[in-house]
């Protein structure tokens, strides 16, 4: 199994080798179309995902028809695991955003699988820990950063891994999708991504963006010299799941 591109909320890579064989053995995989619906809004189901392949979108009404992105989940990530956990319905809704292979986990033999297994629940908690702050400095985003800016750091955040051998894959994300989860106008996104094009940093098509070039994306994310600026790197690690 290939991660296609980094998810820095991947349960798996935070497991020792015993923890990680034991997970990805467990519960029934099956495959998914683009759009099938896993996990429905304030459903009473308490299962949790495994995802093998490909990448889910977790999504949440807004109240007026229109559905927000909040997350969007890859390789190695876990998914519905606080049902699993406290009992309370399912926060939002899990979709394919492209073809998927995810394992169903009983609530129990997850919930068993991290008090029988060392180091299984400090890892889910670093995992809730890093989402949790993610959602922070998104906040100081929206009101620190351009939409230019905003839309770059996203995409950084959601960067294929490549390598020689592996080519990038696209995001499977509208441009719709985009501006609802960056909170701003269609418009803005799509003049956005008109100069993130034209600096070599994104190529679009009808629903998915491919990353060219990661460090044009971080100087745009960075081009206002008032935010310190990470390392540049050419090309991000590609990582498996075995």
């Known amino acids: 199994m290939e991660r296609t591109f980094t998810d820095r909320y991947a349960y ?3 497991l020792d080798e015993q923890a990680r064989r034991r997970l990805l053995a467990m519960g029934t995989a099956r495959t998914y179309a683009t759009g099938d619906v896993l996990l429905h809004e304030n459903d009473t189901s308490r299962h949790v995902l495994l995802v093998h392949e490909g990448y889910l979108k977790i999504t949440l009404s807004a109240g007026n028809g229109r559905r927000i992105l909040l997350a969007l989940r890859g390789p190695g990530s876990v998914v519905g ?5 406290d009992g309370h319905p399912r926060l939002a809704r899990v979709t394919a955003a492209d073809a998927v292979r995810a394992a169903t986990i009983p609530a129990d033999d ?4 991290l008090r029988d297994t060392p180091g299984a629940a400090l890892a889910l908690l670093g995992t809730v820990a890093d989402r949790l702050r993610t959602s922070d400095h998104r906040r100081l985003d929206a009101a620190a950063h351009t939409v230019h800016q905003r839309l770059a750091l996203l995409l950084l955040d959601l ?3 490549r390598s020689e051998a592996s080519p990038a894959r696209p995001i499977p994300l509208s441009q ?12 803005s996104v799509a003049r956005a ?3 993130l094009r034209a600096d070599g940093a994104v190529a679009t098509r009808r629903r998915g963006i491919t990353v060219l070039s990661c460090d044009a994306l971080t100087d745009a994310a960075y081009d206002d010299g ?3 600026r990470p390392p540049r790197t050419s090309r991000p690690r590609t990582r498996h799941l075995s």
């Open 12 to 14: 798996v890579d935070r």
């Open 81 to 85: 695991e606080l049902a699993a956990i």
């Open 110 to 113: 997850f919930v068993r699988y």
């Open 159 to 161: 960067s294929p891994g």
């Open 176 to 187: 719709a999708e985009l501006a609802d989860h960056l909170g701003t106008s269609l418009r």
């Open 193 to 195: 991504l008109e100069q």
């Open 226 to 228: 008032g935010h310190h």
